[in-house]
C-alpha cells in the first residue's frame, strides 16, 4: 500500500514539474533567457523520461532523473544567488542568462504586477540601437523577487521529487529481489520435462491356442 502511495506520489510530483516548469518557459522564451531555456528544455525531458519510468517500473529511468534533479537545484540556488546579487554578480550588468548575446532582461522587469514602463528619449549613446532605453517604476513586487520565486518552488519540487524517487526505486528493487527468492525459477534450478530421443522397442509375445482336431 506505502508502495503504491509512493508511486502516484511521484507521478503527481512530475506532473507539477512539468507545469511548472512550461510555465516558466514561456516566461523565458518572452524574456529572451537563453540559458534558462535550454536548462528548462533538459528538464522537461528529464522529467518525461522520470514519469515514464516510475509509471512502466524501470529503475533506471528513475535513478537518473533522481540524479538529474541534484543538478537542477544547483542551477536554481545558482539563479538564485544571481537575481539576489551573491558575491560578485549583477543582474544588471551580467549577461549570463542570454549567453552576453543580447542585453534583454527578465520579461517581468516590464511587465509585473503594477509595473509602469516608461520610454526615456534620447537613449544614451551606449545604448545599442535595436534596444529601447526605458524606465520602470511603480512595480507591487520588483522583478527579481519573482523570478526568486519560481526558482524556490522549482527546488522544493525537486526535493520532494527526490525523496520519493529514491523511495520508489528502493521498493520496486525490493520487490524484484523477493520475487527472485520466492517464485523466481531461476532460484530453484527450474528444469522442464525432457523428452526422450529413442523409443525402446521391445518383443511381444502372443500365445496362439492349438487346434487338435
Known sequence: ???CNGRCTLIFICGMQ??????????????????????NFVHIIIVILGLFGTIQYRPRYIKGYAVWLVLWVTWN?????????AGDLSKETDLILTFNISMHRSWWMENGPGCTVTSVTPAPDWAPEDHRYITVSGCL?????????????QIVLA?????????????????????????????????????TSHLQLQPMYMQIPLDNN
Open 1 to 3: 500500500m506505502g508502495y
Open 159 to 195: 526535493l520532494a521529487g527526490f525523496v520519493y524517487a529514491c523511495y520508489v526505486v528502493k521498493c520496486i528493487t525490493e520487490e524484484e529481489d523477493s520475487f527472485d527468492f520466492i517464485g523466481g525459477f531461476d532460484s530453484y534450478g527450474y528444469q522442464g520435462p525432457q523428452k
Open 77 to 85: 540556488v545558482f539563479v538564485i544567488c544571481f537575481y539576489l546579487e
Open 18 to 39: 512539468l507545469v511548472c516548469v512550461l510555465e516558466r518557459q514561456i516566461f523565458d522564451f518572452l524574456g529572451y533567457q537563453w540559458a534558462p531555456i535550454l536548462a
Open 141 to 153: 513586487l520588483e522583478y527579481q523577487y519573482i523570478e526568486v520565486a519560481h526558482s524556490a518552488l
